[in-house]
């Protein structure tokens, strides 16, 4: 209890230095706009400004990391903090453009999920990639049985009619494909990386071949499910939780097998990197992370700030069902094999 008083106190003392008379600044910060950013602003943005006297000026992007590369190159950052994803950062580590930081700089490691802290990359919610039915249009040759696995979203005797799949290998169908055909969640990647392993995987994709819709939109994802056109689609949480909450759609998320990841903040060198540090410390407070819940359906990436959960949001995210049963998506190893998987994939889709 004194520990947490303490520290507590000490952040206090900080953003009460910043607020002072003449030392108040501006951040800039780049996210990746929409409902999503609008709910950033509200739980993170806005509580910073009023903590330290800082203001906050923001953009938006979509996620063309070129053009972060470009503006540090050109010293002319235009964002002292950015939100991107897993393999933005590994790439922008790699090639020495975005600055690298102590893990331990934004709290514990270990309270953070497995995975999801890097030196350029700082997590605070994770998403999941899941597949949905529609109550309101379930076919009569389902009879009572509903989807409950990975291995249903395979299974057209049992739950005939189209499935929605993103045309996207990145968008976690490989890793679904895996998982239904029996292979443990910590062994995808080991298998993926050998030849019979992508045998696997086609020949699963094969199984449901005369049945599949390829979307290239997630709202096309949605009006498909939602029109009947398919029984089942294959679609981020947050969409499916949209859906239910403010279209009033019946659609059921299925989290077995879900393929996860993590949105980090990074911080290109050329900017402000102390005040965006101290930004960064204030978001990865675990109070800070619960508070995006109430707005978005992604779970806090520090197991800590599920305590600050109210608990009728628990079940709309991705860490309150068995993660242990899913993949959390291998940005490093995508890294070097989507070109290979992107090409196989469009050939795949060609015969279909």
Not at 36 to 64: C, H, L, M
Not at 128 to 147: F, H, Q, T
Not at 331 to 350: G, K
């Amino acid at each position: 209890m004194f520990i947490k008083f303490n520290l507590s106190a000490c952040a206090c003392a900080i953003w009460m230095v910043s607020a002072l008379p003449g030392s108040a600044e501006t951040l800039r910060i780049m996210s990746f706009g929409g409902t999503y950013q609008d709910a950033q602003r509200e739980t993170v943005f806005k509580p910073f400004e009023e903590a330290t006297g800082n203001s906050i000026v923001e953009s938006s992007w979509f996620g063309e990391l070129g053009k972060i590369r470009a503006m540090v190159e050109a010293n002319n950052v235009t964002a002292d903090v950015i939100m991107g994803d897993v393999a933005h950062a590994l790439a922008g580590c790699d090639e020495g453009f975005l600055e690298a930081f102590e893990p331990a700089l934004f709290g514990d490691p270990a309270d953070y999920l497995p995975g999801t802290m890097s030196e350029c990359g700082i997590p605070t919610e994770v998403i999941s990639i899941v597949y949905a039915y529609n109550e309101d249009k379930i076919p009569l040759d389902w009879g009572s049985a509903r989807p409950q696995s990975i291995a249903d979203l395979f299974d057209t005797k049992k739950f005939p009619g189209k499935r929605a799949l993103s045309s996207s290998v990145i968008s976690g169908v490989i890793e679904k494909a895996l998982l239904a055909d029996g292979v443990a969640p910590d062994k995808v990647y080991e298998v993926l990386a050998t030849e019979d392993g992508i045998r696997r995987v086609f020949a699963k994709l094969d199984t449901i071949k005369n049945d599949v819709v390829f979307y290239s939109s997630s709202a096309q994802a949605m009006q498909l499910l939602a029109d009947g056109e398919v029984v089942m689609t294959q679609i981020a949480n947050g969409r499916v939780y949209s859906a239910i909450k403010n279209d009033k759609k019946h659609f059921v998320p299925v989290w077995d097998g879900q393929v996860w990841y993590p949105d980090v903040w990074f911080v290109p060198k050329g900017g402000n990197k102390e005040l965006a540090v101290e930004f960064l410390k204030f978001a990865t407070q675990p109070k800070i992370m619960a508070e995006l819940t109430k707005h978005m359906p992604y779970a806090p990436a520090r197991n800590s700030a599920m305590d600050y959960v109210p608990q009728e949001i628990k079940p709309d995210l991705p860490t309150s069902h068995d993660i242990s049963k899913g993949v959390r998506s291998d940005m490093v190893w995508w890294a070097s094999h989507q070109n290979e998987f992107t090409t196989r994939f469009q050939n795949w889709m060609a015969q279909h």
